[in-house]
Structure formats: C-alpha cells, structure tokens
C-alpha cells in the first residue's frame, strides 16, 4: 500500500513539474493596479504608448474602442476593468500590449490591452513557477498559467487566451 502511495505522489509530482517546465520562458512582465503580471512573449507583437481610442457602443466596459494600428484596426480592452480594478486615468507609462491570442479553431486575433505600466523581459525557470493556489470551487483561475516568485516578489503569470476569450475578441473584432 505504501509503495503504491509513494508512486502515485511520484507520478503527481512529475506531471507537476513537467507542466511547469512548459511554463517556463521569457514573460513580458507589466504592472497593473499595483501588482506585477507576465505574458508569454510569443503572444506579443509590440507595445505602443496610449494613442487615441475610437470608442465602439453596445460592447463591455472593459473594451474601450478600436485603435488604427498601421492600417489594421484592433480592438482595445483596459485589463484593469477586465479585472474589476478601479478605472485610473492613462499617463505616460501607460501602454497598449498589442498581443495575438488564440481561438478555438487556431486562428489568430491581434487586440491590444491597456496596462498600466510595461516593466521589463523576464526569462522565468520552471523551479521559479508555482501551480494557480486554489482559491475555492466557484473561483475560475484558467486565465493564470502559474504564480512566478522573481526578484523578491511575485509575479501573476497569464494565459491571455483564457483572459481575453478569443470567441469574445472576434465577436467585437466583426463589430469593428
């Protein structure tokens, strides 16, 4: 009994770790409401300062409008009202992450977020990521790949597919 218990704790452990492992890389890291978040950054195309936002009526809080981005129109969200953060006025360190999010059939959709701040590029190993904790049943925690501990601190790693719902993105991206 014992040794059957020892190997289903092995067996855990390493499917832990091995999901971890693919975790690890290089995360674009930002701030937003005073804490400090990662995006894989192979989702990102580029980050612009804050530029003039056409706004687009009947659509979420959070989605702000549409930006002209070389001739391509993306829609813009304010991760901070995705989050139900308070609303902050945008300043200079204010940035859109221009990302490329996933959806079901693989497609790709360009948006672009509003963060409060872009940080720096961090390449986080795998023994520096921790599993999502789990805050409770009715708590959907998808949107987080795992909870880096850098630099003294704690940085949320996102998944920005789950965080965004591409079918979502494409349906404002149609309304555009």
């Known amino acids: 009994m014992q040794s059957v218990l020892n190997e289903v704790k ?15 890389g290089k995360y674009l890291t930002f701030g937003l409401g ?3 978040y990662g995006l894989e950054i192979l989702k990102v195309k580029e980050i612009i300062g804050i530029m003039n936002i056409t706004f687009v009526p009947h659509t979420p809080m959070y989605v702000k409008g ?7 129109v993306i829609p813009v969200i304010d991760l901070r009202l995705k989050f139900g953060m308070d609303s902050l006025e945008y300043n200079e360190r204010t940035c859109i992450v221009v990302v490329d999010i996933a959806d079901k059939s693989g497609n790709k ?6 963060v409060d ?3 720096e590029v961090l390449n986080i ?3 520096e990521i921790e599993d999502t904790p789990t805050f409770g049943v009715r708590l959907n925690t998808d949107y987080i790949l795992g909870m880096a501990k850098v630099k003294g601190g704690i940085k949320i790693l996102l998944d920005i597919d789950e965080v965004l719902g591409a079918e ?4 404002w991206d149609r309304a555009a």
Request: no cysteine; hydrophobic share 40%; net charge negative.
């Open 10 to 24: 092995e067996n855990s452990a390493s499917k832990t770790l091995e999901g971890l492992e693919n975790k690890e």
């Open 34 to 36: 005073g804490e400090e």
């Open 66 to 72: 549409v930006i002209n981005l070389r001739g391509k």
């Open 109 to 114: 959709v360009m948006i672009g977020i509003v």
């Open 117 to 119: 701040s872009v940080s």
């Open 125 to 127: 190993k795998a023994e």
């Open 168 to 171: 979502e993105v494409a349906a």
